[in-house]
């Protein structure tokens, strides 16, 4: 799956609001940002690099393998392949975005 299209299906989940009330940035290094900023009406979904309540930074095939259902979100943390940076409400709430 593309950035792009990774992009599209967080905006089509996303809508009007992502119930976050924050900005969270999903960096997935030399692969591409999807920015989520649901602190204004409506979300904005986009691949811009700006400043975020929490970013949190993942491969492009672990973030798609925790999508999926093949990895545990919370073993991908304890193990080092998905970190947080910033505001870890946040990144508690992405269940609703993500799933």
């Known amino acids: ?17 992502a119930g976050l009330g924050k900005s969270v940035k999903f960096d997935f ?15 904005v979904v986009d691949n811009q690099d700006l400043p975020v309540d929490c970013t949190v930074k993942v491969s492009m095939s672990d973030f798609l393998d925790i999508v999926d259902g093949t990895t545990n ?21 992405l269940g609703k975005v993500l799933g």
């Open 1 to 17: 799956m593309s950035l792009a299209e990774i992009t599209e299906k967080m905006r089509s989940r996303v809508g009007d609001s």
């Open 29 to 43: 290094g030399d692969d591409g940002i999807v920015r989520i900023d649901d602190t204004g009406s409506p979300a």
């Open 73 to 93: 979100p919370q073993m991908a943390f304890m193990t080092g392949k998905l970190k947080v940076e910033g505001d870890m409400s946040v990144a508690l709430q």
